[in-house]
Nanobody
Framework: QVQLVESGGGLVQAGDSLRLSCAAS????????MGWFRQAPGKEREFVAA????????IYADSVKGRFTISRDNAKNTVYLQMNSLKPEDTAVYYC?????????????????WGQGTQVTVSS
């Protein structure tokens, strides 16, 4: 049983930083792609970033490129999303997801497992 547990969300001011964590358990994730998505109130879920666990290859949404960094810690089976220079439009529930097919994708439908989400609120 794959479990993804996010943490690290909170209320910050514009320009601040936050680091989200996603603790993964239940199987070996070496061939997985791990992703972060977000959903703001009244909006559809959108892709934020993804990383291929083994190679460390990453992709980002244009809206976060240069501000957010996705990374993983193999020893801790944890994926991180470092978010810098936060903006009010980054406010959303952030979800961690796992895709068992080792192909980097921005399509949420390709991800098999999802965490419960963590709220990030950025005030202006």
């Amino acid at each position: 049983q794959v479990q993804l547990v996010e943490s690290g969300g909170g209320l910050v001011q514009a320009g601040d930083s936050l680091r989200l964590s996603c603790a993964a358990s239940g199987r070996t994730f070496s061939s997985y792609v791990m992703g972060w998505f977000r959903q703001a109130p009244g909006k559809e879920r959108e892709f934020v970033a993804a990383i291929y666990w083994t190679a460390g290859t990453t992709i980002y949404a244009d809206s976060v490129k240069g501000r957010f960094t996705i990374s993983r810690d193999n020893a801790k089976n944890t994926v991180y999303l470092q978010m810098n220079s936060l903006k009010p439009e980054d406010t959303a529930v952030y979800y961690c997801a796992a895709n068992g097919t080792p192909i980097l994708s921005t399509n949420g439908r390709r991800f098999d497992y999802w965490g419960q989400g963590t709220q990030v609120t950025v005030s202006s």
